[in-house]
């Protein structure tokens, strides 16, 4: 958390690919790619030491092409959310939050980008610190509430690490696994994930990473780029 009256403002960066191969009836292929991006807005309020506001503004873009030729594609506001972390134990380098929040229908449904209604979402949070090293536990439930034939019930767990090489200077990874919104598919999206931040000041952090889909429901890979300012 961030401390009473203290602010955070992070601008977090992806784009992801996927190419599959669709079997046609003729017993040929159709290659289909899926290009999406994502610019997602983050702004965190210490409203005690203990407690912070979390609000999220996500702007998104997608293009699939069947065989090199458009199809389709959108972009625009996704759902926002708002979230409140708060963090219950601390203690010798171990520390324990919550976080529930809620998402609120901002995005076009029928362009792919919201569910067109509000959701909510709970998380359990877990560090544990060993200078220099770091570990956190991300447990979680999202009802997806929509209007778009997906998956009601959303489940999440994930494990990240952190390794401080120098004081300005870390090493990242993070792996998860979550529900599948698709309702046909009995497959879960799982991801893994290497990264860097570097600190230009105890202010301001500039991140780079690399997220690997681990099963085929997964993009290929995806980019990630942010920066973090702290104040």
Known sequence: TQGRGKFQFELDNQISYKKDQQPNDDGTSTTVKTTAAEMKFLATYGIVDTVDLVLGVPYQWQRVE????????????????????????????????????????????????????????????????????????????????????????????????????????????????????????????AFILGGIVYSLADSLDLDLGIKGGLTPVDPDYTLLAGVTYRF
């Open 66 to 189: 069947t065989d090199g030729a458009g199809i389709a594609k959108a972009d625009g506001l996704a759902d926002i959310s708002f979230e409140v972390k708060w963090r219950f134990f601390e203690q010798n380098g171990f520390s324990l939050a919550v976080k529930p929040g809620l998402t609120l229908p901002a995005g076009d449904k029928d362009k792919g980008l919201g569910t067109g209604r509000t959701g909510y979402t709970f998380f359990f949070i877990a560090t544990k610190d060993w200078d220099p090293l770091a570990f956190h536990v991300n447990l979680g439930y999202r009802r997806n509430e929509n209007n778009v034939d997906q998956r009601d019930d959303i489940w999440h767990a994930s494990l990240a690490a952190e390794w401080k090489l120098r004081k300005n200077l870390r090493l990242v990874a993070n792996a998860g696994v979550e529900s599948n919104t698709d309702r046909a598919s009995s497959i879960d999206p």
